[in-house]
């Protein structure tokens, strides 16, 4: 099962920051966050994880609260390209449940020009 | 390095027919996963291999099945198809699970 919550939509001036919020509060101590976007009729995208310190890679920057509840995808500068649903994850890295992932609804991020 | 593929991109079946969809991993990626999806279920997890082994399923009936093959590559069936059955169906590899990386879908249409 899905245990984040992310809006359903967000929009996004093209060049500006985008800001994606995403809630696990019920987070175990040993659970990663993990990001992967979906840019329509193509299979989803692997983005970003992280398990409590912020993580930055060419892509994007992954804030992550102190008490772990809530977490924050950063895409610096926006482009129209970034159009996509971004699905928040949260799942514990271990053999018994490596290779699945649970996606919830996501973000519709729409970046406009 | 080559991305996933999946082959055929798009299909058409009847009902009752079966159907086999296949996938070849990143080189090097020992996991395979698949993953249905429709508008209103969304991306719902259908199993993962490793080394050819099952290694996690998820809550669909037994029509869907899949196996893996020595050279990591990997096949999923679906048999006696439904209408509910059409989706998108995905497959996504990684290395021992990790971060998945996701081929571009098969297009399943059942009629």
């Known amino acids: 099962d899905a245990k984040t919550t992310q809006p359903p939509s967000m929009d996004c001036a093209e060049g500006r920051a985008a800001n994606l919020p995403c809630n696990h509060s019920?987070?175990?101590?040993?659970?990663?966050v993990y990001w992967y976007r979906q840019i329509h009729s193509q299979g989803p995208q692997y983005i970003i994880h992280?398990?409590?310190n912020n993580e930055t890679n060419e892509m994007a920057s992954l804030i992550i609260t102190e008490d772990r509840k809530s977490s924050t995808l950063i895409l610096p500068h926006a482009t129209l390209r970034d159009t996509a649903v971004y699905y928040c994850?949260?799942?514990?890295?271990?053999?018994?449940?490596?290779?699945?992932?649970?996606f919830g609804r996501g973000t519709q991020l729409t970046v406009w020009p | 390095k080559a991305g996933v593929t999946q082959t055929p991109r798009y299909l058409i079946k009847t009902r009752g027919q079966q159907v086999t969809l296949s996938c070849s991993p990143i080189?090097?990626?020992?996991?395979v996963s698949w993953y249905q999806q429709t508008p209103g279920q969304g991306l719902q997890f259908l199993f993962e291999y490793f080394s050819e082994t099952q290694r996690n399923k998820g809550n669909f009936p037994g029509r869907f099945s899949g196996r893996q093959f020595s050279n990591s590559r990997s096949e999923m069936n679906v048999s006696t198809l439904e209408l509910g059955d059409s989706a998108l169906y995905l497959c996504?590899?990684?290395?021992?699970?990790?971060?998945?990386?996701f081929g571009p879908g098969t297009r399943l249409t059942v009629t």
């Open positions: 994850i949260v799942r514990v890295d271990r053999g018994s449940t490596l290779g699945r992932l649970y």
């Open positions: 992280g398990l409590k």
């Open positions: 996504a590899s990684s290395v021992r699970g990790y971060e998945q990386y």
């Open positions: 080189s090097g990626h020992r996991s």
């Open positions: 019920t987070i175990s101590g040993n659970e990663y």
